[in-house]
């Protein structure tokens, strides 16, 4: 159902016919720290873990389809200097909604879409819509190269033009122990 706190992420493991691992709908008030301080806000994901981190960061794909105006990608981001994994990510994105320019940077499967937003001077507003208590299947645990299964939390959020269009359906999913690397 797409609008389910889980969708577009239960889109993927419905077509790679998996099942989807436990995920919970918590109020915002439960996510613990440090979890709250980089999800319990209405900014973009990249540039909050990237000023966490203290690192530009990049994409990869694990899998990507478009389909008619509408692409959809499974990612992890992670840290340009390390390659960390900082985000595993379901993304569906209204490509009509944005310009030529982005429509073409965001095909090009290299960016992630809060650093195209920016760099293209997209106007948008970001709202989390769900936050989430994961309990990761192999799928997320081998995006973060997990040794043993742990508690891990997340959003749903929409980016929105400024007429409250949508331009972009996520599920963000963050890693155990964010604690950064350049931090002490």
Known sequence: MPDSFTYPLSEFYSRAK????AIENIPDDAVPEPYRTLLVHRNDMTPTLEEFHQSKIHLEILSS???GGFYFREVVLR????EQPVEFGANKIFLGM???EAQELIL????PLGSILQECGVRHHTEARAFLRVTPDQLIADAFELEQPTTLYGRKAVISDLDGKPL???VE??????ISKSQP
């Open 65 to 67: 389809e478009r389909r």
């Open 79 to 82: 840290l340009n200097h390390d």
């Open 108 to 111: 090009l499967e290299q960016a």
């Open 173 to 178: 999913i963050l890693p155990p122990a964010i």
């Open 98 to 100: 944005f310009p030529e």
């Open 168 to 170: 972009s359906e996520i």
């Open 18 to 21: 998996l099942p989807l691992p």
